[in-house]
């Protein structure tokens, strides 16, 4: 034993262990190498022979593929000779598919196997390469397929004898190596070790004099090696050591000044401070010096005592519980406790609050610090109490009240908070308000953050819909509170449930709305009958009629046109009320507006010999954005008001700036638009209103008095719709009116000034073809005793820059037309009114006698809407052009600057001569001939291309020739279909389209082109021209596509102005609102929509009071001039195609009723209704109406007694046709 | 002529000889302007045939010198009726093969056979028809909807001998294109697998239920596989080979060739001669007038239907 013990590892030297080490590391590596080399040899080779083999198989598996299709061991067994030539090759087989040996390496002859061989069988369930290393060789085999027909298999067995010979050659030297480097490895490292050692010996002696205590004295530490740096090392820790001791002398030092600092800082604090043992013992005590602390111990007498001794048993164990958790937990322990104590001089002892505070500061003590918080509790229990009565006065109070802190969470709230939220009697206190009512707007929230940062709000109203579906509407206020630190310390919020009062509220708005709805749907049911009930007294008033009866119809007429009136001021003020107004800005042109307002009273004021006109103020861009169509309305209820308050006198309408106001953003103007607000103001003389009863002006059914409801009609509604229309247009009206002189009705709006072109650009006479720099010095006379039309004209023609005399009598221009030419200073236009009561042909030669031969002064005349023949007299005197009053400024500056041009000669009448047979004497003023004009808007005419769709030949020459007359190019269609395809082919300007016929009826027509037209984005415009009248049917025109509605029969100046209306106003289209407007057509219904029981009677006595009439009595002579423009021949053609067709359509209508043929007879009836009505045969109109209208309903008893009747008409208007002819 | 084909290819692609040139196919040996014995034969390896050949012709050459003959040539005809216009022709003087083709040159080329011969040694042979006897056949009769595998068209062990036995036992025998060819259950079908060695493989690895050939090939089968068959019928014995002359040839000419080839295997120039010719044991002289009547008869056996 003793040998092997100094055999031991650790006994040897190092220079022994060393040497061995490194020794025994070098042969290792060298073995390693060699092992490595071994094996990565043995894979090369096996890898190469691998390789070599799957080539070799790969060879033999293709030769031998056809002989073992074949089945030829012959041939398998010559190939595995050949194989067996190879020298690496020293087995080998080939197999059928069975498996069965055919062929082996080296035998010449077949194998001639009948049992399968084991590794043939291995071989072919394989579908790879097997291998098989064995000793000696490695065998591979692999399947011979053709497809994957298994033919058989091969397989090699190569040697592997050149791989352990090389083998063998690597580990010998392997060995080798190993062994060299093992001697020379050794040796080296006993060198080396020799060296190391003797300096370690220095380091060991070294250290054993530090252990000593000996650290002054340092090691050589020569070189750079490791040991160097160890001696190096090992010097510096012995500096560091030194350095220490030095370092905790002096740590030593600062400590006990520390401790003497600290026994200051212990002497300074005012609570008791105790130390105690586990066991409850006393260590250390010291007293408070504060004199508010009271501590009835002293230190000796605590000392060495236990705690259970000095306090209360209870006290006691509370303070070592919690004295054990604080030496367990290693955190502080604080609980508190009451003493009662007696102090010299108290009568009975007194309660003191003490609070005390242990941590551990030993293993086996702590350190207890107690202080007197008598005071402090005090404050807290007053503090809790005043807490509390706050909180008692909040939850009594009456409102919903919460007092919120910075986290929102409830502090405190009044029962009726929680009662208006639904929680009941459940304390919401302690609770966060978004948990609560997590769906509260967001607009709370924010008011919320708002009163945290301390602004107050409130709102007055708030109302939304709760998760269960009901209202919630709230009064709510929201204010800060504060701490005493003077910071927010939350929110009070305060509410007040206002559902009754909203619901209150909307009860009351919706009672209103339903009131004018109800007012709205009533006025428009009214109005359908209302318009039967017009026609007909229309249709009445054109029969014979005895004065008393024509009296009472009359009567009839005038109540239901104040009815209808009535009925239609109560829609308009309905739709106000309801809200169902909504302004419409688009561009439009004020000038224009206000010239269409004087186009609508023309009539109206010139049957009153009201003169009418309007001065426009050229500063006033041409073009603006607003509501035009709004604006005429107002201007209509005011001018409307003006002419029927106006006995006789003067209207006029002006309109200038008030104030130009900042750009604004509006949503239906646009942004950055620069506001312009006008003044609108419409003066009359006519009857004036007292000022008391001004103040009622506007306000709804306020007629002055009902004296003036009897006199001049009206509902009273249209001022309150006008300044309902002001006030939704955030303009002001006013009026200001003086008994029997005259009213001032004035009221603003604003507008938006269009910038796509400057503003003067725009004014009128200023830009594009009506420039006015043409009339710039020229001069002008005006003759006229009407001071409004003279004002109108002197203010246009004075800002065109004319020089402009006036006259009221034609002596006085006479002279002065002589005394211009006299001074070479001939007028250039001289413009006179025809309705000057003196004014007649002689006087007319007689100015123009004055004039002499000043060839350059062009006559214009003034005429009244019905003062077309003398207009046409007046022109063939020579005058240059004719002007209809009232006065509008574009038209009058065209005429002059027309008048004025001096390469344009007299225009040339484009009107069809008149009938030979009615010469121009013969037409009274009141029969209507179309003026030609002779401007190029007339012009136009000629170019636009009207399609009549009409299926009764006599309604086509009628409608033919009235476009003929009116001078447009006509073409016609006798169905829909028909009209289709021509508008295909040739699209028309406008379509005058009857809505009952054949084939395809007009509505049908009309939705199809609609529909044909929204490819290639035109417009036709369509008028509907139908006998059927009613408003219904009206609506049923315009659901279709149509744009207008003309009621047959029409008037050749209804179809005029109708049509001239959409084709100079193309974009009229696009501004009408069909849904606001009664009159959005240009024809308000005119019904014939009667009862079937009035039309009878008014048949029966037509029929009786045709019996000893004239035959021309059967004719409406007025309406046949009107369709044929006084043409005699062409009435007599229209009449004759009438008699021809009448008489096939009353022998079908016979055919139809035999044949009970309702259906037949309703589409005859139709027809000769219709061109009854064009040629003017009215008795023969109405019995076909009353056909027709039973034909619908399949009434057709009694149908048959009317024949007779028909037949007596055609031959009665037969026998007028003789008599034409002569 | 495959293998060696075969085996050029292999050396070739296994040790990266370059030398394509293909190798001649000599149909003659030389040519044969000059008096000349010509030893004819069928094979269509003619090289081989040839090779193997010449040695025995040059020995009758030399034996003939008294008539004027100074060389020996071997002809190879790739088919019968070729051979027997040769015949008939003179153009070939000796003609060796088995009976069955023998019969047929004779009939189309008049040459009469005069000798047998020993081929590997043997004298006469009959064929074997043989089975595996893990198949379950027992006898011919279990070979009805079976095939059998003969060697060739030509062969009188391998096709002329069985089918005739066949027939002549009662049996419908039918040629076959494919060995897996469905037959009738009263047809045994026959296919050819061009030699003997194929038609013992064939047996062995399955692909026909029985095979046809001579009892010597037979003997030759290891005796491990040798046991494994059964054999289903051996047939009538005839000789192993016979040796045509040309009519053209005098009798004279004929007489001393059968002499000569009599006496051959005892002349020890002659007899290394006879062995390497196919181990030819020796000729010998066919007894009767009409050597050929049974095998004619066989072959009328498998002409019928």
């Not at chain 1, 929230?445 to 009901?470: H, I, M, N």
């Amino acid at each position: 034993m003793k040998r092997l013990a100094r055999l031991s590892w650790r006994r040897w030297p190092i220079a022994v262990k060393l040497t061995f080490t490194i020794t025994l590391s070098v042969v290792s590596a060298v073995a390693g190498v060699t092992w490595l080399s071994l094996n990565r040899e043995q894979k090369t080779f096996r890898h190469s022979l691998e390789a070599q083999a799957q080539s070799m198989l790969d060879l033999l598996a293709a030769l031998a593929a056809d002989p073992l299709y074949k089945l030829e061991p012959n041939t398998l067994s010559g190939l595995m000779v050949r194989m067996g030539e190879q020298p690496d090759i020293i087995s080998g087989s080939i197999y059928d598919s069975l498996g069965q040996p055919i062929a082996e390496l080296g035998q010449v002859q077949p194998a001639y196997a009948v049992q399968v061989d084991a590794w043939g069988e291995q071989i072919l369930e394989s579908d790879r390469t097997l291998w098989d290393w064995q000793r000696d060789r490695l065998v591979a085999g692999q399947t011979v397929k053709v497809g994957h027909q298994a033919l058989g298999a091969v397989s090699l067995g190569l040697s592997t004898a050149a791989l352990e010979k090389k083998m063998a050659q690597v580990r010998n030297q392997g060995l080798t190596v190993a062994l060299g480097a093992g001697v020379a490895g050794g040796l080296l490292a006993w060198l080396i070790s020799r060296s190391m050692t003797e300096r370690l010996k220095g380091l060991v002696d070294a250290t054993e004099r530090i252990a000593a205590g000996d650290v002054e004295r340092s090691i050589a530490a020569d070189g750079n090696d490791e040991l160097a740096i160890l001696a190096k090392g090992f010097n510096h820790m012995s500096d560091r050591i030194r350095s220490t001791i030095l370092h905790l002398e002096e740590r030593a030092a600062q400590l006990q000044r520390s401790e003497a600092k600290n026994q200051a800082l212990l002497e300074a604090i005012p609570d008791l401070m105790l130390r105690l043992r586990q066991d409850g013992t006393y260590l250390d005590v010291r007293i408070a010096k504060d004199p508010t602390q009271e501590h009835p111990f002293s230190p000796s007498g605590l000392l060495g005592k236990n705690l259970r001794d000095v306090l209360p048993d209870d006290i006691a164990e509370q303070t070592l519980q919690a004295a054990n958790r604080a030496r367990k937990t290693g955190q502080a322990q604080m609980f508190e406790y009451q003493l009662s104590l007696t102090k010299p001089g108290d009568e009975e002892p007194r309660l003191r609050d003490f609070e005390a505070r242990l941590v551990a500061s030993g293993k086996d003590e702590v350190l207890a610090i107690v202080r007197d918080i008598t005071e402090r509790k005090h404050h807290e229990t007053q503090i809790e109490a005043e807490r509390r009565q706050l909180e008692q006065i909040i939850a009594d109070a009456p409102v919903a009240i919460a007092v919120i802190d910075r986290q929102l969470r409830y502090r405190a709230h009044s029962q009726q908070w929680a009662i208006d939220r639904d929680v009941g009697d459940k304390s919401l206190v302690g609770e966060l308000h978004d948990d609560t009512f997590p769906n509260l707007p967001k607009r709370w929230k924010t008011s919320f953050q708002l009163a945290l940062a301390g602004e107050k709000v409130t709102y007055p109203e708030e109302c939304w819909t709760r998760d269960d579906g009901t209202k919630q509407c709230l009064r709510w206020a929201v204010y800060p509170w504060y701490r005493s630190d003077g910071e927010v310390g939350g929110i009070a919020i305060a509410t007040h449930n206002i559902n009754e009062l909203v619901q209150a509220r909307e009860a009351a708005l919706e009672n209103v709305r339903i009131k004018s709805e109800f007012l709205a749907n009533i006025s428009h049911e009214l109005r359908t009958p209302m318009n039967g009930v017009l026609g007909m007294s229309d249709l009445l008033l054109t029969t014979s009629l005895n004065p008393q009866q024509l009296e009472y119809a009359e009567i009839l007429k005038t109540s239901g046109e104040h009815l209808l009136s009535l009925i239609q001021d109560l829609l308009g003020f309905a739709k106000l009320e309801t809200g169902q107004i909504q302004l419409q800005y688009r561009e439009f042109d004020l000038h224009q507006c206000v010239e269409k307002v004087l186009d609508l009273f023309s009539f109206q004021a010139y049957n009153k010999n009201v003169e009418l006109g309007a001065i426009v103020d050229v500063n006033i861009p041409k073009i603006l954005m607003g509501d035009a169509s709004r604006i005429r309305q107002i201007l209509t209820i005011l001018v409307g008001n003006a002419i029927k308050f106006t006995p006789s006198g003067s209207v006029l309408i002006s309109v200038g700036v008030d104030s130009k106001n900042e750009e604004i953003d509006h949503p239906s103007i646009g942004q950055n638009r620069e506001l312009l607000k006008l003044r609108f103001t419409v003066r009359d003389t006519g009857i004036g209103i007292p000022s008391e009863k001004q103040k009622y002006l506007f306000q709804a059914f306020s007629q002055i008095d009902a004296s003036s409801t009897r006199e001049y009609g009206g509902t009273g509604l249209g001022l309150a719709i006008a300044g309902r229309l002001v006030q939704l247009m955030g303009g002001e009206i006013s009026a200001d009116s003086t008994p029997e002189v005259g009213s001032t009705f004035q009221f603003t709006a604003r507008f938006a000034v269009v910038s796509r072109q400057s503003s003067t650009q725009k004014r009128l006479g200023e830009s594009g073809p009506l420039n006015s720099q043409a009339l710039q010095g020229l001069r002008l006379l005006v003759v006229d005793d009407n001071q409004l039309s003279c004002k109108v004209l002197q203010h246009y023609a004075t800002i065109w820059g004319m020089e402009v005399q006036e006259t009221t009598n034609s002596a006085a221009a006479e002279k002065l037309l002589q005394s211009s030419v006299s001074a070479g200073k001939s007028f250039d236009v001289v413009a006179i009114d025809l309705a000057h009561p003196r004014l007649d042909r002689q006087i007319l030669e007689r100015l123009t006698r004055a004039n002499g031969k000043a060839d350059r002064t062009k006559f214009i005349a003034f005429a009244t809407p019905n003062q077309s023949y003398r207009s046409r007299q007046f022109l063939e005197a020579g005058f240059f052009d004719t002007v209809t009053k009232p006065i509008k400024a574009s038209r009058l500056l065209k005429t002059f600057l027309k008048a004025v041009d001096r390469t344009s000669q007299k225009p040339v009448s484009i009107a069809p001569p008149l009938p030979k047979s009615i010469q121009p004497a013969q037409i009274s003023e009141q029969q209507t001939i179309p003026l030609q004009s002779r401007n190029p808007k007339e012009k136009a005419k000629e170019k636009a291309a009207v399609l009549v769709v009409e299926d009764t030949p006599i309604n086509q020459k009628v409608v033919i020739n009235q476009l003929k007359i009116l001078g447009y190019q006509t073409e016609c269609a006798n169905n829909g279909r028909e009209a289709l395809d021509k508008l295909a082919q040739l699209p028309a300007d406008l379509v005058l389209m009857d809505c009952q016929m054949p084939i395809l009826d007009g509505y049908q027509a009309t939705r199809a082109l609609r529909e044909i037209e929204k490819a290639n984005g035109r417009h036709t415009i369509v008028i509907a021209l139908t006998a059927h009248a009613l408003a219904s049917d009206r609506q049923k025109c315009f659901a279709s596509g149509m744009d207008d509605y003309l009621s047959k029969p029409v008037s050749i100046d209804k179809l005029g102005a109708t049509l001239e209306h959409w084709l100079n106003s193309n974009n009229q289209y696009n501004d009408r609102d069909l849904s606001d407007s009664p009159e959005g057509s240009t024809e308000s219904a005119q019904t014939n929509g009667s009862s079937q029981e009035n039309l009878e009677e008014d048949l029966n006595a037509g029929s009786q009071s045709d019996g000893d009439a004239s035959p021309r009595e059967a004719i409406d002579w007025d309406r046949l001039h009107q369709v044929s423009g006084a043409d005699a021949e062409f009435e007599i053609e229209l009449l004759e195609a009438f008699v021809e067709s009448a008489l096939e359509y009353i022998a079908g209508m016979a055919k139809a009723i035999d044949e009970n043929d309702a259906q037949t007879l309703g589409r005859l009836a139709h027809q000769l209704k219709g061109a009854s009505g064009n040629v003017g045969v009215p008795s023969m109109m109405k019995i076909s109406t009353i056909i027709n209208d039973r034909a619908k309903f399949h009434r057709l008893e009694g149908l048959s007694d009317y024949l007779p009747e028909l037949d007596r008409i055609q031959k009665r208007v037969q026998a007028v046709i003789d008599e034409l002819k002569g | 002529m495959f293998v060696p084909v075969l085996f050029l290819a292999l050396t070739m692609v296994a040790f990266g000889c370059t030398d394509p040139s293909p190798p001649q196919t000599p149909v003659t040996a030389s040519p044969t302007e000059t008096e000349a014995i010509v030893v004819g034969d069928i094979s269509d390896e003619p090289i081989e045939t040839i090779s193997e050949t010449q040695p025995f012709a040059d020995y009758l050459a030399a034996k003939l010198e008294t008539f004027e003959i100074g060389r020996g040539e071997v002809k190879v005809a790739p088919d019968m009726e070729t051979m027997a216009k040769w015949l008939k022709a003179g153009d070939v003087d000796l003609y060796i093969d088995s009976p069955y083709p023998a019969l047929i040159v004779s009939q189309q080329s008049g040459a009469k056979p005069i000798l047998r011969r020993w081929k590997d040694g043997i004298a006469q042979y009959h064929t074997v028809i043989f089975a595996r006897a893990d198949r379950g056949l027992q006898s011919l009769e279990n070979l009805k909807g079976q095939t059998i595998a003969f060697e060739a068209k030509f062969s009188t062990s391998a096709y002329l001998l069985p089918l005739a036995y066949l027939r002549r036992s009662g049996y419908r025998a039918t040629e076959i294109e494919q060995a897996d060819a469905i037959l009738p259950a009263d047809r045994i079908g026959y296919i050819f697998t061009g030699e003997d060695e194929n038609s013992i493989q064939w047996v062995i690895s399955g692909k026909v239920a029985a095979g046809a050939v001579d009892s010597a090939t037979f003997e030759r089968i290891p005796p491990t596989t040798r046991d494994r068959f059964t054999i289903l019928a051996e047939t009538e014995t005839v000789p192993r080979h016979m040796v045509l002359m040309t009519p053209q040839m005098e009798s004279q000419r004929q007489e001393a060739i059968a002499e000569i080839l009599v006496k051959m295997d005892e002349d020890p120039q002659g007899k290394p001669i006879l062995e390497a010719f196919s181990q030819t044991a020796q000729f010998d002289r066919l007894p009767g007038q009409d050597p050929l009547s049974p095998i004619r008869e066989l072959y009328q056996q498998t002409q019928k239907p």
